[in-house]
């Protein structure tokens, strides 16, 4: 079996992301790769992990904790989706992708385990779950120390949340997927806190009260230690605290500066209940990175106590050296060309907010489309303030939204913003250059799919950094 084959293989089954239905309520699904995952020898088993859940910044939030216990020598496993470019991507070891070969050597050892899976009660398996169980085994035989391992939906029913990890981690909770994982803010944080484990510790960003809320009572269901973060001086109102049986935040964040010119750095201070870390610098743009960061710091600190060690040294090197694609990233100069995963009304709102905080700009244009299954009112109504948008078409992703869509809804929710449309991103970008002038900055965003196609048109175009990050094109 060669590459080509296995990735055919792995997609034959039912695969969300390209547009098949997600089951819900269903505890087969992780029963299903639980039996497979058995028959691999329970793989998992044989490493710590980290299990990150959240709605927005889970993927730099592992990035960032992988990075650190890199520096500090551990050996290390990262799996994320989804991918830019290649399903390699998806897992690595201290940062190299799982090669072509290696996949194609794994997938008929998976083949052959699933053929032994009694599953005549428990419905097919997905895509995600093979992958998912492919990760997993190949972390073992690469004799990984520590996994550091992102949820793909919600926490509570994810493959992923096979996982006995040494910590849990919740990013941000806003609306998203919300026909999966319910249609307010409690219901979507206690799909995620589902991560949580008996007697174990969890981390949390800042959320909104009725997120915390949810999660405060499932770690307090469980006996578990709950870690909060969140900006310098701001915290609930001491009544909701004491209502919620809830501790201050214990890790606060302050930014000290951050630059306009680029590379984009930011110099921000953490301060934790045993120490101060001033003057980290971070290479990701926006105040949520920094969020982002405390969250990975006291992860980290959560891990120490249990046995995987690391210094101050390898924190400032694994948070200065860090990249994750996709997030703000700069692909272009003169004008100003940047690339970004938001895909929900609440990113959108912080994206559009960092770009004009961290760059300094003349006009904003913006390059979009997004999947027909995300708050498509909302990320239009977060676009209201911005002087162009480009509508495109995403060829890669097959659930994204008909531009004559997109055309109506800005129509009737912001109708001051001039529209353009073009019918491919890679069209949408030569469009937007040529409107825009060389003070003025050009985001392509709504979607992951198209920040990857827009990377692989900016490399196309000579970006350096864009190219040297695109070790393959599967999609």
């Known amino acids: 079996m060669n590459y080509q084959e296995a990735l055919a293989y792995i997609y034959s089954f039912s695969n969300f992301e390209r547009g098949d239905t997600y089951t819900r309520d269903r505890n087969e699904n992780q029963e299903r790769i639980s039996r497979l995952l058995k028959q691999l020898g329970n793989p998992q088993q044989e490493y710590g992990s980290t299990l990150i859940a959240g709605t927005k910044g889970k993927g730099s939030t592992a990035a960032l904790i992988?990075?650190?216990?890199?520096?500090?020598?551990?050996?290390?496993?990262?799996?994320?989706?989804?991918?830019?470019h290649t399903f390699r991507e998806r897992m690595r070891i201290n940062s190299r992708l799982i090669s072509e070969e290696e996949v194609a050597a794994l997938v008929p050892e998976m083949m052959s385990a699933m053929e032994r899976v009694e599953q005549h009660d428990l419905g097919p398996f997905i895509s995600y779950e093979i992958g998912t169980a492919l990760a997993f085994l190949y972390f073992y035989r690469q004799h990984v120390q520590h996994a550091v391992v992102e949820v793909g939906i919600g926490g509570r029913l994810d493959a992923t949340n096979?996982?006995?990890?040494?910590?849990?981690?919740?990013?941000?909770?806003?609306?998203?997927?919300?026909?999966?994982?319910?249609?307010?803010?409690?219901?979507?944080?206690?799909?995620?806190?589902?991560?949580?484990?008996?007697?174990g510790i969890v981390v949390t960003s800042a959320q909104s009260p009725e997120a915390l809320l949810a999660i405060a009572t499932i770690a307090h269901q469980r006996t578990a230690r709950m870690i909060r973060v969140?900006?310098?001086?701001?915290?609930?109102?001491?009544?909701?605290?004491?209502?919620g049986h809830l501790s201050p935040v214990s890790y606060a964040y302050r930014l000290q500066e951050h630059s306009t010119d680029l590379p984009i750095q930011q110099r921000f201070t953490i301060k934790t209940p045993q120490h101060e870390y001033p003057d980290l610098l971070l290479p990701l743009a926006g105040l949520h990175q920094l969020?982002?960061?405390?969250?990975?710091?006291?992860?980290?600190?959560a891990l120490r106590e249990r046995g995987i060690d690391w210094n101050e040294q390898a924190l400032r090197a694994g948070f200065s050296t860090v990249h994750w694609p996709a997030r703000i990233?700069?692909?272009?100069?003169?004008?100003?060309?940047?690339?970004?995963?938001?895909?929900?009304?609440?990113?959108?709102?912080?994206?559009?907010?960092?770009?004009?905080t961290s760059f300094t700009l003349h006009r904003l244009l913006v390059v979009l489309n997004i999947n027909r299954d995300k708050d498509m009112v909302g990320i239009v109504k977060a676009l209201a303030d911005v002087d162009i948008v480009i509508l495109t078409h995403m060829k890669s992703s097959p659930r994204a939204?008909?531009?004559?869509?997109?055309?109506?809804?800005?129509?009737?929710?912001?109708?001051?913003?001039?529209?353009?449309s073009a019918g491919q991103s890679e069209q949408a970008m030569d469009l937007a250059l040529d409107l825009a002038d060389h003070n003025d900055l050009i985001c392509a965003t709504g979607s992951l799919y198209l920040a990857g196609e827009v990377l692989r048109w900016a490399?196309?175009?000579?970006?350096?950094?864009?190219?040297?990050?695109?070790?393959?094109i599967d999609h």
């Open 66 to 84: 992988e990075s650190v216990l890199r520096h500090a020598d551990v050996r290390t496993g990262l799996y994320t989706q989804p991918d830019l």
């Open 162 to 199: 096979v996982l006995q990890p040494l910590v849990s981690v919740i990013t941000s909770i806003s609306f998203d997927h919300m026909n999966i994982l319910g249609d307010t803010l409690t219901k979507i944080a206690t799909e995620k806190a589902g991560i949580i484990k008996q007697g």
């Open 230 to 243: 969140g900006p310098e001086g701001e915290d609930l109102a001491q009544a909701e605290v004491d209502a």
């Open 291 to 301: 969020e982002n960061a405390t969250v990975a710091l006291a992860a980290l600190d």
């Open 329 to 356: 990233e700069v692909v272009g100069s003169d004008p100003t060309i940047v690339v970004d995963g938001a895909h929900n009304a609440d990113s959108m709102q912080k994206l559009i907010q960092a770009l004009r």
């Open 401 to 420: 939204v008909a531009i004559e869509t997109l055309q109506e809804l800005f129509a009737t929710h912001a109708p001051s913003v001039q529209i353009f």
């Open 459 to 472: 490399a196309a175009h000579g970006d350096a950094t864009a190219a040297s990050e695109i070790e393959g």
